[in-house]
């Protein structure tokens, strides 16, 4: 069900190991990798000083953007569940005071976005 779930977009979450080898080049000397969700090709990145978000781009996922977000950046978040016919979840997160979400991402189900957000909050909060 992991590959299907990966297609459909619905966030799986992924081994740290695996992703602090995949993004080491972008961690500074003392950070590390808490958790990991793969949406697709997009990766969710949370250690324990940002949230980093990979943009797989191109036909074969070569090209990537690292969206780098510090967590005292983060003024505030909300996630949207599914619903009957609604069948996509949303999290849009702001920075400072901006009036828009800087980040708006779409899971296809509620299944992990939950999790998702309970480590932001983790991270924000703390």
Known sequence: MGLFDGLMGNATQKDTTNITREVQEILIPTEQVE?????????????????IIVDKQGMTGKKSEYKSIPYRSISRFSIETSGHFDLDAELKIWISSAELPA???QF???KNIIAV??????AVLS
Do not use: G, P, W, Y
């Open 117 to 122: 957000q309970q480590a932001l909050a983790a």
């Open 108 to 110: 296809r189900k509620d």
């Open 103 to 105: 980040e708006s991402l």
């Open 35 to 51: 958790l990991a969700f793969k949406l697709v090709r997009d990766l969710i990145i949370f250690t324990d000083r940002r949230m």
